[in-house]
C-alpha cells in the first residue's frame, strides 16, 4: 500500500478514535445540567458515566472479535454508526432512562472503535512502520482530555447541553463515508459460528465486576462484605472462571486462549492492567491537592494540565521510539517514568514544584503506556486472523485495571485516614505495582526478535 493511502487511512481512523474519546471528556461539565434538568439526585447521575463505561467494556471483545470475523471495514462503520445513534438518543431524551439507553448504546459503539483502528494499523503498515501510527492513534485520548472540557465550557456558554451530543453527528457521518471509501476489509479466510454462551458469560461478568466495584463505599471497607457489594464481586470471578472454561473448549472463542501462551502477550496483559490502575489513580489527586494546598476543587483540575500535556507529548514521542528501540526500551522508560512520578507525588507536602515535576513525569510516562508499546507488541504476537481480538484483549484487561484501581485508591486512602496522608499512603502502593511492572518489562523480546515475531505473523494467513 503506497504512503499516501495509508495516512489517509490514518486520517480516517483518527478522527474516529478522537470522537469516541471526546466524548468521556466532554460529558463531564454538562452533568450538573442534566441533573437539574432531569431532577436526579448523585447516584443516578453517576449512571451516566457507568453506563456508557459498561458497554463499552462488553463491547470491546464483541466488536473485536466481529471485526476478525467480518472484516474491519464493516465493523468499524457499524461503530461509528452505533455512536451516532446513541448520540442523537442522548440529545432528543424526553426522560432521564432515555438519556441512559443512549449512553449504552454509544459505549457499545465506541467500545470497538479503538481496537479496530488497532488492527487496522496492523493490516496496512509494516511492521517497522506501525509506531508511529499507533502513537499517533494513542496520542488522541490526551488532546481529548485537553480540549474536551474546554470544548464543553464553550458550548455550554451559548447553546444546550443537547449540542454536546448533536456536534457528533456530522463528524460520525462524514467517518462513515471515509471508511466505506478507505478502510481495507481483511476478514478471516473461514467463517465460524459465533460464540454466543462465552459472550454472554462475558458480559455478565463484566457487568457484575462493574455494578459491585460502582457500589463500594471507600469510606467504608465493611461495604465490601455488604449485599450490594460481595454478590456481585463473587460472581464476577465465577463468571470469569466459567468464561475461560468455555473459551478453552470453544470452535470460535471470543478470546483466543492460545494467545496467553506468548510470554510477551502474558507479561503485556499483566502491564495494560497496571498501566490501568496508574492511570485511575490520577482522578484522586484533586482530592490530594486540596488536602495539601487548600486549593478549590476547580483550581485542584487545572493543576492538572502538566500531566495532560505530558500524555500528549509521551504518547507520539513513544510511537517514533518504537520504531527505533523496540517496545522493551519503551516500555521501561514509561513505566519508570510513571513510577518515579508517583514516588514524587509521595513529597507533595515539600510544595507545589514537587507536585509539577511529578504531573509531568506521570503524564509522560502514562502516555507512554496508555499509547502505542502494548498496541505494538500485540499486533506484532499474533496473526492477521486475530488482531482485532488481541487489541481487545488489551484494552479489556486495561479498563478492568480502571476499574479496580479506581476502588483500591480510595479504599486505602480512606483506611488511612484520608486527606494528604491517606492519599499520599495510596499513591505510594500505585508506584511500588508500577515498579514491578518495570522490571517486568526486561523479559520482553529485544528489538530484532520482535520484527522478526512480526514478520512470521504477517505472512500468515
Sequence with gaps: MESKQRNQILLVLFVGVLMGALDIAIVGPALPTIRKDFAVDDRAIAWVFAMYVLFNLISVPLMAKLSDMFGRRMIYVLDVTLFAIGSLLVALSPAFWTILVGRAIQGLGAGGIFPVASAVIGDTFPPEKRGGALGLIGAVFGIAFLIGPILAGVMLAFLSWHWLFIVNLPIAVAVIFAALRLL???????????????MLVLALGLAALSYGINQIDT???????????????????????????LEQRAANPIINM????????????????GAGLAESSIAFVPALLVAAFSVTTSAASFMLLPA??????????????????????VLFVGTTLTAVGL?????????????????????????????????????????????????????LNTSVGQLVGGALVGAMA????????????????????????????????????????AKQNQATT
Design 414 to 453: 480512606a483506611s488511612f485516614g484520608g486527606g494528604m496522608n491517606g492519599y499520599t499512603t495510596a499513591f505510594l502502593a500505585v508506584g511500588i505495582v508500577v515498579a514491578v511492572m518495570a522490571v517486568l518489562t526486561f523479559a520482553l523480546k529485544n528489538r530484532t526478535a520482535e520484527l522478526e515475531t
Design 308 to 329: 495532560v500535556l505530558g500524555m500528549s507529548v509521551g504518547s507520539p514521542t513513544a510511537g517514533r521510539m518504537l520504531d527505533q528501540y523496540g517496545s522493551r526500551v
Design 184 to 198: 481495507p476489509n481483511n476478514r478471516a479466510a473461514q467463517q465460524k459460528s459465533f460464540d454466543v454462551i462465552g
Design 219 to 245: 469510606k467504608n471497607l465493611s461495604s465490601i462484605l455488604s449485599m450490594n457489594v460481595l454478590p456481585f464481586l463473587l460472581a464476577a470471578i465465577l463468571s470469569m472462571a466459567l468464561f475461560v472454561y
Design 258 to 273: 492460545n494467545l496467553f501462551r506468548s510470554r510477551q502477550v502474558a507479561l503485556v496483559s499483566i502491564v495494560s492492567a
Design 343 to 395: 514516588f514524587v507525588i509521595v513529597l507533595v507536602n515539600t510544595g507545589m514544584v514537587a507536585f509539577y515535576i511529578a504531573a509531568i513525569l506521570v503524564g509522560l510516562g502514562l502516555g507512554i503506556l496508555l499509547g502505542a508499546p502494548l498496541r505494538y507488541v500485540m499486533l506484532n504476537e499474533t496473526p492477521p486472523s486475530e488482531r482485532a481480538s488481541a487489541q481487545g484483549v488489551l484494552a
